[in-house]
């Protein structure tokens, strides 16, 4: 099946610094990626999508100047939190979609990555 | 904006038991995936239902997609403690690559 990778797999920074957290598809290229963010007890919460040689489209209410999305190849796209404060404490998940056999779409998702900012 | 209800938010069983998961919309999706997330990892796919109707089994887990693509149902016959875990529908309409995610149903199966 179709692996998806994060990295690193949690991280712990101080208030004001920038975090970068990589989404990898290890077995295939997805021209779209997908990034989420989940409180705890909560469903996914998507916050954009990122496709590959493009900008990102972001969902109403994300500050795009805040989590910058780089999708640089058709394996890899990376969320940057930027000036990190502790209410961006979360749960993030990235997804990378590929057409299955059966012609529809299909995402795959990353282990997540957990954000505490202090 | 397409939502995804699901019922119950939260279900704690004792080992044994049977439980139905719910998935409601008043939008039609193409497509409807089922997942379960264990805390701290990200969702894994437990199956994808397509045409309006169908059945699909996994060992002791049904999944049903409503006849109009609307909602989908699960079900879990004699639940054991590995099945704790966040149950999430969610679903994928036309030819869009987003998926609209449920809210989550929370279950405990308790030995």
């Known amino acids: 099946g179709a692996v998806v990778s994060q990295h690193p797999s949690w991280v712990i920074c101080k208030s004001g610094t920038s975090v970068k957290i990589e989404c990898r598809s290890l077995d295939f290229q997805a021209t779209t990626m997908f990034w989420y963010r989940q409180f705890p007890k909560q469903s996914l919460m998507l916050m954009a999508t990122?496709?590959?040689?493009?900008?990102?489209?972001?969902e109403q209410g994300v500050e795009k100047d805040k989590f910058l999305i780089n999708h640089a190849s058709l394996t890899l796209s990376t969320l940057t939190v930027t000036s990190a404060h502790p209410e961006d404490s979360s749960f993030y998940i990235c997804?990378?979609?590929?057409?299955?056999?059966?012609?529809?779409?299909?995402?795959?998702f990353g282990p997540g990555t957990r954000l505490t900012v202090l | 904006t397409q939502l995804l209800e699901q019922s119950p938010q939260f279900l704690s069983i004792q080992e044994g038991e049977n439980l139905t998961v719910y998935c409601n919309s008043s939008?039609?999706?193409?497509?409807l995936q089922w997942y379960r997330q264990e805390p701290g990892e990200g969702p894994v796919l437990l199956v994808t239902?397509?045409?309006?109707?169908e059945v699909k089994k996994l060992k002791r887990l049904t999944f049903q997609f409503g006849d109009a693509r609307k909602d989908s149902s699960l079900h879990i016959t004699a639940a054991q403690p590995g099945d704790t875990g966040l149950y999430l529908c969610a679903g994928l309409s036309g030819s869009a690559r987003q998926l609209t995610f449920g809210s989550g149903t929370q279950l405990t199966v308790l030995p």
């Open positions: 939008s039609v999706f193409s497509s």
């Open positions: 990122s496709n590959e040689g493009s900008k990102a489209t972001y």
């Open positions: 239902v397509v045409t309006g109707g």
């Open positions: 997804s990378a979609s590929t057409k299955t056999g059966l012609g529809y779409n299909e995402q795959f």
